[in-house]
């Protein structure tokens, strides 16, 4: 596993405390170089190891960043960053989660109030400070009162993408350790939840204590927060590891309870106390001969405990993925065989929302359709950003660019083997209007249309108003929430649907659609052989 996103992570926050220093150019630099390293497939220690030189070949990286990532990556620290985090000691993640708190705020904030954490803030804010600096007001010190809380509920909780690779590389690490018999991970993170409090890793093996050493003396994460015999905590670039070992004759059931959720484990146990058995963390037993069921963990016989599939099993249901352990009525549909399928990762068709760079994506419209071609779609929409309400910092297309980028598309589509739809993402406003031209939206084979200002309070007319368009086919991110940073609006989402299905049905026959479309393209075998694996999964989903 690679340390790349954790030189990103650093690169992120030099950027962030540059720019809350008022430094120009640079901050954009840093983070490009981030956004670059993070996509990168191969380790950055490995092309460090090779020099400055090979690392500034990387896209975005020029020479300073470069020889900074060399050092990093050779001593552990960046000297500079390490200065500019003593002249401008802030907690910079906790306060930019504020929705309207950035880094130059931050930097204004620490400069003229001192303010360092969210408390510091909050305390300012309260004590009416704020609205006296130059720039700020009222208003401004009302919206950073009202997410404070919000920020504070976020705070520690990593997003799932940013947790993932970290608890791949303790996975990884954990693999190689002789006394481990069995690795996976449990809580939040296998059940995919958006955000993640700490990372939950279950290990199964008979020596706790040979586990427990190898893991405490792994040199990556920053410190070890606590260990015993059979449990561990580690803090690794920021995130909280759990360890814990268990016997691995009970591992499937420890698997269960550890995993979670809470609400789901309640469920489940209530199904096994209304058949006579008994399920904890050490496993599923029949108690139905036992006197006293209560006298220890493991009483009566076991019927379940190696494999997690045997406990669901023994307590006749279908196995529940994790996903799915959120005690939203999936252990009686588990009961009767009625689970739905997930999506996977070979699922998707197509895509139709994705940004080029004629707005504010990174890659050109060829790139963009040769990657969806490689990752095995079928089809791909345009829809780059068009100009309007919330668009900010000239990023959408005003109607003339979306009519030059139109033949654009065709010709991609032309060359290409998989469909390329020609799209737009048009904004919403307060009042449900779309803002592209209605000529133009009529050309177009795909109009996503999403809320981009205002995006709290009940959003439900807005939307459905702007879903009844006849040239929209899709709502795009309806609540606009945004994790950790803001809650967005609240949406009746069976209101919205239901308006949204009779609009279809006015508008099918006009246009085309992929699937009514005439099989015109080649496509290669790999996609026809995933177009018919795929068959029974139903519809498109799109997110
Ligand atoms: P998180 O870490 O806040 O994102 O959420 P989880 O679900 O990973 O929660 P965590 O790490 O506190 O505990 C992991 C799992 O262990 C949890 O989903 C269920 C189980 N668990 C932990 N503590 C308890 C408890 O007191 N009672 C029960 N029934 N289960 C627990
Ligand atoms: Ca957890
Ligand atoms: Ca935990």
Redesign the pocket.
């Known amino acids: 596993m690679s340390r790349n996103n954790e030189v990103a992570d650093l690169l992120d926050e030099f950027a962030d405390l540059l720019e809350a220093q008022d430094v120009e150019y640079k901050p954009r630099a840093y983070r490009n170089a981030a956004e670059s390293i993070d996509d990168l497939s191969v380790a950055i220690e490995g092309l460090a190891a090779d020099g400055p030189d090979r690392v500034a070949e990387i896209d975005a990286v020029g020479d300073a960043i470069s020889a900074k990532i060399v050092e990093y990556v050779e001593t552990g620290e960046i000297a500079e960053l390490e200065a500019v985090r003593e002249e401008l000691p802030v907690e910079m993640d906790a306060l930019t989660r504020i929705e309207g708190v950035g880094p130059k705020t931050v930097g204004t904030l620490y400069e003229e109030l001192g303010v360092q954490t969210l408390a510091d803030l909050e305390a300012a804010a309260e004590a009416g400070e704020i609205q006296e600096l130059y720039g700020f007001g009222a208003t401004t010190e009302q919206n950073i009162l009202e997410g404070i809380d919000f920020a504070r509920q976020a705070d520690g ?1 990593e997003l799932l993408a940013r947790a993932l690779p970290r608890a791949d590389r303790v996975l990884a690490f954990l693999d190689g350790v002789t006394a481990v018999e069995r690795v996976e991970l ?4 296998r ?1 995919r ?1 958006p ?4 990372v ?1 890793v279950l290990v199964g093996s008979e020596d706790g204590a040979a586990v427990v050493d190898a893991f405490t003396a792994w040199e990556v994460p920053e410190r070890v927060v606590e260990a015993g015999s059979e449990k561990a905590s580690v803090r690794l670039d920021g995130v909280r590891v ?1 360890l814990r070992v268990v016997d691995p004759a009970e591992f499937g059931a420890a698997l269960q ?6 609400t789901h ?2 469920a489940v146990r209530n199904r096994a106390i209304d058949r006579d058995l008994k399920l904890n963390e050490y496993g599923l037993f029949d108690i139905s001969a036992v006197e006293s069921p209560d006298a220890g963990q493991r009483v009566g016989e076991r019927v379940a405990g190696p494999d997690e599939a045997g406990v669901y099993a023994a307590l006749g249901m279908e196995h529940v993925s994790p996903e799915l352990r959120e005690d939203r009525g999936e252990v009686a549909a588990a009961v009767a065989g009625d689970l739905p399928d997930l999506l996977t990762r070979a699922a998707p068709r197509g895509d139709l929302h994705t940004h080029t760079n004629w707005s504010d994506g990174a890659a050109s419209i060829e790139e963009m359709v040769g990657a969806a071609d490689a990752f095995g779609h079928e089809y791909l929409a345009i829809t780059d950003h068009a100009t309007g309400p919330g668009m900010v910092g000239g990023v959408g297309l005003d109607d003339e660019q979306l009519r030059e980028q139109l033949p654009a598309i065709r010709e991609v589509n032309d060359e290409a083997d998989i469909e390329v739809l020609a799209g737009v993402e048009a904004n919403i406003d307060t009042e449900g209007a779309v803002s592209v031209d209605d000529d133009l939206l009529a050309r177009l084979d795909i109009v996503v249309a999403s809320p981009h200002i205002k995006l709290d309070g009940d959003g439900t007319d807005r939307l459905v108003t702007a879903a009844k368009h006849p040239e929209v086919d899709i709502v795009g991110h309806p609540t606009g929430r945004q994790l950790n940073k803001r809650s967005g609006m609240t949406v009746d989402v069976e209101r919205l649907a239901s308006r949204r299905r009779r609009a279809r049905h006015r508008t099918r026959d006009k246009r085309k659609s992929p699937a009514a479309r005439p099989p015109g393209k080649r496509r290669s075998d790999r996609n026809r052989r995933r177009r018919e694996g795929r068959r029974r999964h139903g519809r498109p989903h799109t997110g």
Do not use: A, L, P
């Open positions: 909780r449990g809580g939040s993170i059940r939840r955000t993640i409090g700490d939950d759990d309870y550890f995993t979670g959720s809470k484990n309640v």
